[in-house]
């Protein structure tokens, strides 16, 4: 049949979409006639309608006129609608502040959809897997470097197909991921566990299989973050990376799997805010303190339009990362950060102004004005956004996005309520975690645990919902005739120092498990030992679970070391006879697991599942920096003890 879809005011002609079966987009149908009317829709659509298109704000919290302040924006409001319409926004971002429950957050897309009939929106989400998930009912995978343990390519096809599957089902069209960012730097304080692999094959491998699992589920798939945040000291979030390799060394590895995702199809991608020298090392003056910086990718043209575009030959769309990060916000001024970011080639600014309330419309007015006077100047050329607005339209036609969706909002709930969260999908996320435990160290056969009835087990972890987490689990294996019954002892260890009371908690104990969580090693180091005669709560990541693996061991109790982020802090529990990587950090709240990673190393350790995950990365040595501790590729056979071979 054929629908036509009218555009908005002040387009004279209507976009005529011929679908197929029902669904052009889904079988991936788009004929020249297509491309040519959304090619003439853009030359009829005014200034305004074109700059809206490239600007995707969040409506994280919202206070309405007459609160006292803001909240999550849970629920449409005729507020937000009218910045929907008066601007003519092409997309908005969701946060875990706005899908707080499946039918909700199928009521708030609905909602968002109706404020832009004409040309519906993108609504996007960072829903990576892992540590980095947004929906709070949704399924949350063991994560992008659990799956590198894995080796299983179907493992990264699966995420992709579970998350694809749930997003859509909740009215949300964009998935920002997967990252493919090659985490080869142990001290990245931001990417960590979201990156396959420290290998760019891998990562490469893995990636895009996740991106056909999205895309094959008419979900839009987003590579971050382009040219590579893998190999960062510094989160952006909070400061302005550096990354100082030459054109070789970027092409062989940071690039190559954005490479190869564009190679397979991948239909979005979100640029980085590093400084990459290299391909731009053009120099601007620092709005925060007057220094001189070097553009970060985000802001260059050279990266975005000469890279990125002509040379690796990426056609999607580019959409930056949130401009509210401080890597821009502090050295950039507002206006001038999205103009920069869109003369650069980027297709849309995310995050571009804050706005959570009419008093703070003022803010995308400014922005939004902006651009238009850059435009106007020829700063943006005109042909660039028509460009840019082109692509815009054109993946939302691949993607079915501007085919309505009439479909009844009660149908839409029970659907959703079908799929988010559903027990399959908690079975195969289950699978992935425990297939992906690495067992690195297992001396005199330490693992698994085989306590006998009312055996004495002490938990320690960082934080309360990871005790839960490993509470809950052992008891639910006891419940199951898993186990004998045990008694169970936990504590949280964040920001405390080991004390006489927790030795004494270690003397009445059977088995004491511990959980690390060092996002980057600093261990105090004197001729090559660390030095534990350093207990200032300052440092409890490292000084609590090295004091309580040393009271363990001295009273020769069963004693485990449980990594729970970034495996590159096994590094400093060298003397612990028992140590495993699970790639993932959180706990039991809320009324669920947050993840599947800590109940699967519980499988683990009790025997109820065997590990059979090897390293992603290779795990340098705190005693001796410049050594490996642990290579690429090692993990060892729980039953034999003999390391796994991939």
């Not at 387009?11 to 006639?33: D, F, H, Q, R, W």
């Not at 799997?257 to 601007?284: E, L, N, S």
């Not at 002892?489 to 004390?499: E, H, L, N, P, V």
Request: net charge neutral.
């Amino acid at each position: 049949m054929i629908k036509r879809l009218c555009a908005p005011a002040g387009i004279a002609l209507c976009l005529v979409l011929s679908i197929m079966g029902g669904n052009a987009a889904a079988k991936g149908y788009e004929n020249e006639k297509t491309v040519s009317d959304i090619r003439e829709i853009v030359e009829n659509m005014t200034i305004d309608e074109k700059v809206g298109q490239m600007l995707m704000p969040d409506f994280r919290n919202w206070q309405k006129e007459g609160e006292t302040k803001a909240t999550g924006f849970i629920e449409m409001n005729s507020e937000v609608a009218s910045i929907i319409k008066k601007y003519h926004l092409g997309g908005v971002i969701l946060f875990a502040e706005n899908v707080v429950d499946t039918e909700q957050t199928v009521r708030l897309t609905d909602g968002l959809q109706m404020a832009s009939p004409d040309l519906p929106l993108f609504i996007t989400i960072d829903q990576e897997g892992g540590i980095v998930t947004r929906l709070q009912t949704g399924t949350n995978l063991p994560g992008n470097m659990a799956l590198g343990a894995s080796r299983q390519v179907s493992y990264a096809y699966q995420s992709g197909e579970i998350i694809g599957k749930e997003l859509s089902s909740l009215g949300i069209n964009v998935n920002f991921g997967p990252s493919v960012d090659v985490n080869n730097n142990p001290g990245n304080p931001v990417i960590g566990v979201r990156s396959f692999s420290s290998d760019p094959e891998l990562v490469s491998k893995l990636g895009i299989q996740m991106i056909k699992g999205l895309q094959n589920q008419n979900m839009i798939a987003t590579t971050k973050h382009f040219p590579g945040h893998g190999d960062t000291a510094v989160d952006s979030h909070y400061g302005l990376p550096l990354v100082s390799h030459d054109k070789e060394r970027l092409r062989s590895i940071e690039l190559l799997p954005f490479q190869r995702a564009i190679d397979a199809g991948v239909d979005m991608m979100m640029t980085a805010h590093v400084q990459f020298p290299a391909f731009d090392d053009t120099k601007y003056i620092s709005k925060k303190d007057g220094q001189e910086i070097m553009v970060p990718a985000t802001l260059s043209q050279k990266v975005i339009t000469g890279l990125l575009r002509e040379e690796m030959g990426f056609e999607g769309v580019v959409v930056t990362d949130a401009l509210n990060m401080k890597a821009i916000a502090d050295n950039f001024g507002q206006e001038e950060a999205v103009v920069l970011a869109l003369k650069s080639g980027v297709d849309i600014a995310l995050m571009p102004a804050q706005v959570n309330s009419l008093q703070m419309e003022s803010n995308i007015t400014s922005v939004f004005n902006a651009v238009k006077a850059a435009v106007a100047s020829g700063e943006i050329p005109l042909a660039q956004v028509n460009q840019s607005v082109t692509r815009i339209l054109e993946l939302k036609v691949k993607r079915g996005i501007l085919n309505p969706d009439d479909t009844p909002i009660d149908k839409k709930i029970e659907t959703a309520l079908q799929v988010v969260g559903n027990e399959d999908h908690l079975k195969k996320e289950r699978k992935m975690a425990e297939d992906a435990i690495t067992l690195l160290k297992n001396e005199d056969k330490t693992l698994p645990f085989k306590p006998k009835k009312n055996d004495k087990v002490l938990i320690l972890a960082p934080f309360d919902d990871q005790v839960e987490s490993m509470s809950r689990s052992i008891s639910e294996l006891a419940d199951k005739k898993k186990i004998k019954k045990v008694q169970l002892t936990g504590m949280s260890f964040s920001g405390k120092s080991f004390t006489d009371q927790v030795a004494r908690l270690i003397d009445e104990s059977d088995f004491v498990i511990a959980g690390s969580y060092i996002v980057k090693n600093d261990p105090a180091v004197n001729d090559g030992v660390i030095d534990d005669s350093i207990q200032d709560s300052s440092k409890w990541a490292t000084a609590f679970p090295r004091a309580v693996m040393n009271h363990a061991k001295k009273k020769d109790k069963e004693f485990v070391l449980m990594s729970l982020r970034n495996p590159y802090d096994v590094a400093n529990f060298e003397e612990a006879k028992a140590v495993l990587a699970v790639y993932g950090f959180k706990g039991y709240s809320n009324g669920r697991y947050r993840q599947p990673n800590i109940p699967a190393g519980i499988s683990t350790i009790f025997g109820e599942s065997k590990p059979k995950g090897t390293l992603p990365v290779a795990i340098p040595s705190v005693t001796k920096p410049n050594e490996s501790l642990y290579k690429f590729g090692y993990g060892l056979d729980i039953k034999s003890g003999r390391p796994i071979k991939k």
